[in-house]
């Protein structure tokens, strides 16, 4: 069987994740730019108040894991009326150190670790389109763990520090995922996943790419009916079947072509295409562009 996550954290190529602890005490209000990208939070003490542009606030406390996949504007708080500080996530320490908001002195009334992620060569519509806008994860000890040795490895620079960090930042991506319900998730993958006669579909597309599947096949291995299948899979998944398996097929013929290892020949053999032609033009048609061209154009450097 394919493992759809491992394939998606592949395609992502996170390269890296670092922390800081952020903590704050007594009234005080921090308002962050749009950064753009992936971030992330967990609350170590106490608890403060998230207001995510787009999203109703919400009160995260203790154990509470947040993941932003595009991380628009935000506002954290102490919950009582303050003036935001007004920030550039960008600007944020890389090293692990202490950001401190509201009352200098004293012990903090909330801590939290928050940091980003860092992608060598993804498409970022990747994980937005398997993730809710906000994902708040509830007393998760996994997500603690691995974030607490993200601090430890962001602070620490240990020999080995960037393969350790690069790992961890798989490993987090992996855990949000699978957090995330199927029904909090929009339609899509993870949505896919959590319904299990689909999930076996699912996982038999990634597992056998080059395989020329049909809508009877896969309906007989998911145990429904052809009919049921197909409109279960549309209102689960978000599209239909075959339209599902291009999507995926293109997503993997635009990572092998950037990669610049395979001829297009190949390429076409690896994700179910009888030819290079016929792959060139189910490219064009779905990327806008020739295989060769976008890989000129998105080549990943050696």
């Known amino acids: 069987m394919g493992d759809p996550l491992s394939q998606i954290v592949g395609l992502l190529h996170p390269r890296a994740v670092f922390a800081n602890v952020i903590a704050g005490k007594g009234q005080w209000a921090v308002r962050f730019a749009e950064y753009g990208r992936p971030s992330f939070c967990i609350v170590l003490d106490g608890g403060c108040r998230l207001s995510v542009d787009g999203h109703p606030p919400v009160a995260i406390e203790a154990g509470d894991f947040i993941l932003l996949p595009t991380t628009p504007a935000f506002t954290l708080s102490s919950g009582e009326a303050a003036r935001p500080v007004l920030l550039d996530p960008a600007d944020l320490p890389r090293d692990g150190s202490e950001v401190r908001y509201g009352e200098a002195g004293g012990a903090p009334d909330m801590r939290s670790l928050g940091g980003a992620f860092v992608f060598d060569d993804a498409d970022p519509a990747l994980l937005v389109s398997l993730l809710p806008g906000l994902v708040h994860v509830r007393g998760s000890a996994r997500l603690s763990r691995l974030v607490a040795m993200v601090a430890e490895e962001t602070v620490g620079a240990l020999p080995g520090s960037s393969a350790v960090l690069s790992r961890l930042a798989e490993l987090l991506l992996i855990e949000a995922m699978r957090a995330t319900s199927s029904g909090d998730a929009p339609p899509g993958l993870l949505r896919g996943l959590g319904d299990e006669r689909l999930a076996v579909a699912l996982q038999l597309m990634h597992a056998q790419l080059d395989r020329p599947w049909t809508v009877p096949q896969l309906a007989r291995a998911a145990a429904l009916s052809r009919s049921s299948f197909f409109e ?3 209102r689960t998944v978000g599209v239909a079947p075959m339209e599902y398996l291009l999507g995926w097929r293109m997503q993997i013929a635009r990572n092998l ?35 060769g061209r976008y890989a000129l154009a998105t ?4």
């Open 257 to 291: 072509l950037r990669r610049g290892e395979l001829s297009a020949a190949q390429i076409a053999d690896c994700v179910g295409y009888g030819s290079a032609s016929a792959f060139s033009v189910a490219f064009r048609r779905h990327v806008g562009m020739a295989p």
């Open 299 to 302: 080549r990943v450097p050696d």
């Open 232 to 234: 279960r899979f549309s």
